[in-house]
């Protein structure tokens, strides 16, 4: 196993470098976790490569690279099932278009449509909102108002 000072030694001279290397491919964050990656392997190993330095640019390439292409993988199955994903079932005797309700969903603010999304589809109380969000109760029915209020006027739909 490598020597706790050595590690010290090798994390100083060149995590910066990795990261920048390893920007490339990736944002900022995923290259830092990608090098502590890497640094976690190499502490790991019975023992250290002969060039160390060779190794870890090598080792930050292939996990970037391959870090890239997964992300990049996930983005295109979420983007396929997005555009095939049905968020309401059809109904013949039903005045909401599921497209229409879809689109004005997914155009309100992170902030009101989860809270719509709780209260209608996880038929949760305002109080348990409140919970789950770390916002007050009276925060939520606000978000909740006005998320409902911004639906209708995206959907031309009049409610009591």
């Not at 992300?71 to 994903?85: D, G, I, V």
């Not at 709780?118 to 109080?127: A, C, E, H």
């Not at 969000?133 to 006027?153: I, M, N, P």
Request: proline content about 2%; charged content about 25%; hydrophobic content about 40%.
């Amino acid at each position: 196993m490598m020597d706790y000072r050595r590690f010290a030694q090798l994390f100083d001279a060149h995590a910066a470098r990795l990261v920048l290397y390893a920007r490339q491919w990736l944002d900022r964050a995923a290259a830092e976790d990608v090098v502590q990656e890497v640094y976690l392997r190499l502490l790991s190993q019975r023992t250290p490569p002969q060039n160390v330095k060779a190794w870890l640019y090598r080792a930050v390439r292939n996990e970037a690279i391959s870090q890239q292409r997964s992300s990049q993988r996930r983005k295109q199955r979420e983007q396929k099932s997005a555009e095939t994903e049905v968020w309401f079932e059809p109904d013949q005797g039903t005045w909401i278009d599921g497209a229409s309700a879809k689109a004005a969903l997914q155009s309100l603010p992170d902030a009101q449509r989860e809270v719509i999304l709780l209260r209608i589809w996880g038929q949760m109380t305002l109080k348990e909102i409140a919970q789950i969000t770390g916002s007050s109760t009276s925060s939520v029915f606000d978000q909740y108002r006005a998320g409902l209020k911004a639906l209708r006027e995206a959907m031309r739909v009049e409610c009591n």
